[in-house]
């Protein structure tokens, strides 16, 4: 069985969130995912996220490609969880390429791209640009 780990913060959840969970899903039997615990996001995007922790994992959890969800505590713990999980391969947006190679000695590292024309935060300026018309 080959299982696959990536982490996100997936706040706002939308169609590119859904899509490399899907590609991720590909790459082997089970998917694991890390989503960034609230104080983690503010410390790495320098803002809120839109819905907690809890409820992030909940949204995840629920899709059908996913398997195993927890909370991310910290960028620094990755190899730890890799570890815990078993993963043997994985996966990040290509927005991190050559990050996480350095798991290689562990795990295979796949960088998927990203899904054209979509993010977390052009989904929230633009929620954001409607409610101050």
């Not at 939308?14 to 089970?30: K, M, P, W």
């Not at 909940?58 to 078993?86: C, H, N, P, T, W």
Request: proline share 2%.
């Amino acid at each position: 069985m080959t299982t696959v780990i990536t982490f996100g913060t997936f706040d706002v959840l939308h169609v590119g969130h859904l899509r490399i969970l899907e590609r991720s899903r590909a790459l082997g039997d089970r998917l694991v995912v890390g989503v960034s615990s609230d104080a983690l996001n503010l410390s790495k995007k320098n803002r809120q996220a839109v819905f907690s922790e809890d409820e992030r994992c909940e949204l995840v959890a629920s899709l059908r490609v996913v398997d195993e969800v927890f909370v991310e505590e910290s960028l620094e713990q990755k190899r730890e969880y890799i570890l815990r999980f078993g993963a043997d391969v994985l996966v990040m947006g290509d927005d991190w390429a050559g990050r996480f190679d350095e798991f290689n000695d562990v795990c295979r590292v796949e960088y998927l791209p990203r899904t054209p024309s979509i993010s977390t935060t052009a989904v929230i300026e633009h929620i954001s640009g409607m409610s101050a018309s």
